[in-house]
């Protein structure tokens, strides 16, 4: 139990837009999908397809039979989130997720929430450096309330009232 915090159209490829706009984008994605068979690549790789984008090298940390994804080490923009928030669920043994400075803000976290939380083996999440706010913070409230072996989430970096804050830290800290 550990929380670190810091005080401190063919392809339907567009720019993409608000948040409403990347909601749109999503449920046309999943209705597009539904009819792929649940497999972690295919369905990755028809979502990139369907959107645009590139797959690579995210297709090669999904993949992986790692338990930890890291997404450090490269940018993830809004379009790979919504191929990340239909593919996750797939990824059943992850137990770790680093999107630490990736310039997530809020709408984006609760995108990738019903991903997140069918992770029941998911203990450690790192947002670290990401724009989410305390409303970014409430939604990782319900995060924590829903996968039971989140022990350890790091906001560093995350302005974040401290009454928020410390609903995060009660439930982090009872386990």
Not at 33 to 55: H, K, M, S, W
Request: hydrophobic share 45%.
């Amino acid at each position: 139990m550990a929380l670190v915090i810091s005080t401190n159209t063919s392809t339907k490829h567009v720019t993409s837009g608000g948040a409403q706009d990347l909601n749109e984008r999503f449920m046309r994605l999943a209705d597009h999908l539904a009819d792929v068979p649940p497999n972690l690549q295919t369905t990755f790789t028809e979502a990139c397809r369907y959107l645009g984008i590139e797959q690579e090298p995210l297709i090669d940390i999904l993949v992986s039979s790692e338990p930890a994804l890291c997404f450090t080490s490269l940018y993830v923009s809004k379009l790979h989130l919504l191929a990340l928030a239909v593919t996750l669920p797939l990824r059943t043994w992850t137990t770790s997720i680093v999107m630490g400075a990736q310039r997530l803000d809020s709408s984006e976290l609760q995108l990738l929430f019903p991903a997140l939380g069918s992770l029941a083996m998911l203990s450690t999440f790192d947002i670290s450096q990401n724009p989410i706010g305390s409303v970014g913070v409430m939604i990782l409230v319900r995060l924590a309330q829903r996968c039971r072996l989140l022990k350890q989430v790091n906001i560093d970096g995350v302005e974040v009232v401290p009454s928020v804050r410390r609903k995060l830290e009660m439930i982090l800290a009872s386990r």
